[in-house]
């Protein structure tokens, strides 16, 4: 490291120093003052700024800050000069330019960050600026840092914070090493205890196997056993039922066969289908031509309608062609009087232009006289201006009055040619009138005519329907009552295997009654929930007549394996009967057993059953008769909802579980409805419902004509009142008319004798202007020579009224004829002759319209007719093959009552051995199924190979290798004496109603395959005793060796596991040793950086923790008495990694008790600060060291000792103090002066050396 001082610095528009400024040179003690505000601070700045520290340090937000505010260009820089001992300067140089970019010099050649760093490194000025730039009002926080801190800014003087990265990194890398180690560990403990684990399964597990294989063995030569005994019994049953068979086929050939009688009812049921079906297409057929009619009726009435409206369409043409002419004609008279007026007019306006260009011509008066004439007339106007007003005002309402009187008659003419129109249209509605009321008298005649064949047709469809009213209420009745009970049946069909085995064993005992539910009933209803609570499960229990049989029925059951059931043998019930007492409780009480209708023998049954269970309605009554009685006993009470009271105080009920058990009561009353349901359909079948639904559709023909006719006769009626209200409208218009037409009367008087007063006021007026006139006159008439000025004024004032009356007179006849041309053409407007024609046409085209209709309606009708006769001769014939066939069935049923009792004996026998067959086929697919569901192996072929099979055995048998052996078609074989079977017989794996629950569409036919059977075992199946006896030892053994196996519990799996287990312990332990050597490296490395980094730290911290004492004395040397001192001590926390801890600092003021540093005053803070900054710097020395008003907490001694100290010490450092304290700056060097140069705005610098003054 090279050492060097601060020999001066350049500044350059930095902060308040304008252009440039040198600020030095500084010796080893020197002292920067000057007024506050001067920028004093600004000098400390600029050496943090040169040395790298950032914008907020030194008073700033950004770059730009630094640049002075007055400089003309917008760029600063620092430049530090250090001089080395032997005279070397080096410069080092920081600027800004206008974009605010930082740019680094050394000695004037522009470098970058990192090597301007590695200059200062060389200096030891690198990133230690905080311990050697001591900042204004920072030296108090430098004692006052938490441990944390104190402990960083120890490993930025040591150099251990250089080795922080290496250090997390190497410590990371340790504990993810001993952590996969750890893993490593535990993987192997569990990959050892694993192994050990499954050694042991594995030996439960052969033992588990070759126990299981006994097992297996013994359960497979049991069911093979058991199931070739089986087979032998169903050869034999199989050969008796052949024998029964053609016994019973013997007696069937002597009279008709089942099948004959059953095939004629097929052949009947046929031909009753083609029967009905025919009866469905005559009612269809009737239906449609009953609808094919009535639109024929409708089209004939409407073509009559037609044809009759066309005749009036006829007459109405020529009539309004008449009335045309008619009114053609005066209309062509009256345009012709119109044209003539019009010329008139004409005429007598040309002849007024041209008198008025004569008169122009021939004027009595000189233009001055004109002249003056009008000026007298001006004058004269003024005068009699009033009168004059009054006049035009008196003219205006003559004007008004005679325009009113021209509109009044012209309405007049229009109100009389609307009357004439009316009355004509009141003249035709009245005829037309007539005409309708004419058709509806005919209509009602032929409405009359058909209600008399209604009737007769009504009467002879009651008669023909009372004979099937009774049998279709009835069959409906019966049908409701099947769809409400067809749930009891549908849930029936579940229990279906337990009434085939109840019909089996009816077959093999006759002692058995049936289900105790099928023996009696409950008449009334509402007892059926507590009758099904109270029997419990003996509900569906079996009746049988004694012990012997009921024994005899559950050995079958066991044998085939069949359902279990419960049996009442009745010589051997037990229970107590209702006594006389039970029904002495009142109420609704009573045993339950007096609700329940039964024969008499199945008492025994039903007093087991039922026994003294008492019944009642509510539940307060139950619980009463039940708990409450006064001698304390006790009954079990059921109500009628389902609820049951027991004896011990319990209460049991469920109402949904009841009911469905209770709708089973319902099965018995579904057949017997079913077979009346189909009584009834035969005999409807049977009746003569074509003949009531033929006589329905011709009666319905009849109604739908009398309603048409109905509707016919309403529209006729309704058309008249339409035609008489019109009527009376009109009527009502005319009287309007009428009214209207006395006002208008009443109007023109009155404008005739308004006008007429309009007239008398007009001449008292123009008498008042004239004599106005005549006396202003008077002198211009002298003048001219005329004796009355006014006759030439009046003259033309007469001359201009007559042309205007005459032209008003012209025109008011020509508006009159106007009028009547528009009023005759109005007339002819309302039913013109084209309007009647396109009426005639449209009714025309609808005639031809209907007529078609009409014939292809006729046509199809024809056809549907013929077709009706046709159907007619079919059902004819079709009832007459059912009654053929009828009595061909009835005939062939007839034999003797000794050859059907032989034959149903013989039938009953074949259906018991046939059953028992069944009951063996059922055995076996019981035991074929539960040795599947076992998983018990069994030998089976298909069916298709056991023929081929067979044949190949037979013919070893012939050859000697299997001597005695009998086949049997299908690929089964038995032999009654020496019991050998070498296949089953054929059979599905599922029963039908398994395969149907399951969705099992086809199962494969199977046999099963007894070759491998030992013969041995072929002898335990020889007879019953000695085939029991082997499945008692078979089934003991096999129970022994069960309990076995259930104490072993073994893992199966274990054999493949142990092999698993131990590739996976070699796989562990090389992965642990491989753990383990990456956590030994990585210790290694660890601890060797752990070394060097606690190393760098405690060198450094025990020297510090040596100066500190030391620089501390120093400084308190002698403060409060001679030779008294503070102390000072600096101690770690963690003292084997003191980097990961804190450093505590405390100082002791001389003559003090021990207290933390923020009890102590600040002067006394700032000397405990300032001596761990010394101590810090004389471990690691700075070529200098700069200190910012420092002593400002400090009091006059404490200054002086501080001087004293800097003094002492600045030939080991260069010591920069800014000081305001002349106790401090008076013991420098050289002063540097700072002062604010006002002409310039900037801040100046003065330097002064001390060094020639005495001290």
Known sequence: MTTAKVQHIELYNFKSYSGHVLVGPFKDFSCIVGPNGAGKSNVMDALSFVLGANAATLRGKDASDFICRRAKKKECSVALVLRQPNGTETKLTRAIDSKGTLSMFVDKMNVNEKEFVAVLRKFRLGSRIGSFLVFQHEVDAVAQKKAKELTEMLEVISGSGELKEEYQQKRKVLDAANEALSTASLEKRGAVAEVNQMRLHKKEADRFTEINDKTTQQRRDLALVELFFVENTLAQQKQELERLQEAVNKMQKEFASEEQIRGMKKQQLDK???????????????????????????????????????????????????????????????????????????????????????????????????????????????????????????????????????????????????????????????????????????????????????????????????????????????????????????????NKRINEALQSLKALYPGIHGKLIDLCEVPQGKYRNAVTVAMGKNLEAVVVDNTDTAMGCIRYLKEQRLVSMTFLPLNALQGKGADDSLRTFGGTTRPIADVVKFDVHLEPAIRYALGQTLVCDGSDEARRIAYGQPDGQRYKVVTVEGTVLLKNGSVQGGLAAIQSRAKKWDEKRYDDLKAHRDRLSQDLANGSEAEAAKARIELKDLQSRIEFSATRINAIAAEIKSYEAKIADLKKELAKQAGGATELNKRITQYRENLAKCESKIAHQQKLVRDVEEKIFAAFQKKVNIPNIAEVEQREVKQTKVRAEKRQQFLLIIQKLKNSIEAETKRIGVRTVQDVEQAFDKTTKEIEQCRKDYEVYSGITSKLEKKQDSLQANITQAKAELDNLDSAIRQSTKSSEEEMRKLAQGKKHLNTVQAACEALRLQRLSLFQRCRMEDTDLPVVDAKDAEAIGAKRARGADGGQQPSSKKRGGGAA??????????????????????????????????????????????????????????????????????????????????????????????????????????????????????????????????????????????????????????????????????????????????????????????????????????????????????????????????????????????????????????????????????????????????????????
């Open 272 to 494: 009753h289908k083609i029967y009905m079906e025919h009866l469905r297409e005559h009612r269809t057929l009737n239906v449609e031509l009953r609808e094919k009619k009535t639109n024929v009726d409708r089209l004939r009435i409407s073509l009559e309608h037609l044809k009759k409206k066309a005749d009036d369409q006829t007459v109405e043409v020529k009539q309004v062609k008449a009335a045309t002419t008619v009114r053609s004609k005066e209309t062509q008279r009256l345009e012709e009087q119109l044209r003539q007026q019009e010329a008139l007019l004409a005429a007598f306006l040309e002849q007024c232009k041209q008198e008025d260009v004569q008169a122009s011509h021939h004027g009595t008066l000189t233009a001055d006289q004109w002249t003056e004439y009008r000026r007298l007339k001006k004058d004269a106007d003024c005068e009699s201006i009033s009168h004059r007003q009054e006049l035009e005002t008196v003219l205006r309402q003559r004007e008004s009055l005679t325009e009113g009187l021209k509109q009044a008659t012209a309405a007049l003419d229009n109100h009389e040619n609307q009357t004439k129109e009316m009355q004509v249209v009141i003249e035709r509605n009245q005829e037309r009138i007539r005409d309708l009321t004419r058709k509806g008298e005919e209509a009602k005649v032929e409405q009359e005519v058909m209600k008399r064949k209604e009737t007769q047709a009504s009467v002879s469809l009651v008669q023909m329907q009372s004979r099937l009213v009774e049998q279709q209420e009835e069959l409906h009745r019966v049908q409701q009552q099947l769809h409400e009970l067809r749930f009891v049946k549908d849930d029936n069909k579940m």
């Open 974 to 1255: 038995g032999a009654a004496e020496e019991f050998f079977v070498t296949l089953s017989e054929a059979f599905h794996t599922f029963s039908e109603s398994e395969a149907t629950r399951k969705g099992v569409a086809k199962e494969v036919h199977v046999c099963i395959d007894f070759s491998s059977l030992a013969d041995a075992l072929r002898q335990q199946a020889r007879d019953q005793s000695t085939f029991n006896a082997y499945k008692h030892r078979s089934e003991a053994t096999i129970e022994q060796l069960e309990r076995e196996l259930e104490s072993i519990a073994p893992n199966l799996k274990a054999s493949t596991r142990f092999g698993n287990t131990e590739t996976k312990l070699g796989t562990t332990s090389a992965a642990l040793d491989e753990k383990r050597e990456a956590a030994r490296k990585a210790l290694m490395e660890f601890m060797r950086v752990k070394e060097q980094r606690v190393q760098r730290f405690m060198t450094t911290f025990e020297k510090i923790a040596q100066h500190v004492d030391q620089v501390y004395r120093e400084l308190t040397l002698g403060t409060r008495a001679h030779d008294v001192h503070g102390s000072a001590y600096l101690t770690v926390e963690d003292a084997e990694e003191p980097y990961n801890g804190g450093v505590k600092y405390h100082a002791t003021p001389p003559m003090k008790r021990f207290m933390t540093m923020e009890l102590l005053s600040g002067g006394e803070r700032t000397m405990a600060a300032l001596a761990l900054l010394f101590a810090m710097n004389a471990v690691s020395p700075t070529p200098f060291f700069v200190l910012d008003e420092v002593d400002a907490a400090l009091d006059i001694g404490n200054v002086v000792k501080l001087g004293n100290y800097l003094k002492s010490h600045s030939t080991q450092c260069q010591f920069i103090v800014v000081s305001l304290k002349e106790q401090l700056y008076h013991l420098a060097d050289c002063l540097i002066g700072v002062y604010k140069d006002h002409e310039h705005e900037s801040s100046g610098v003065l330097t002064h050396d001390l060094r020639s003054y005495p001290n």
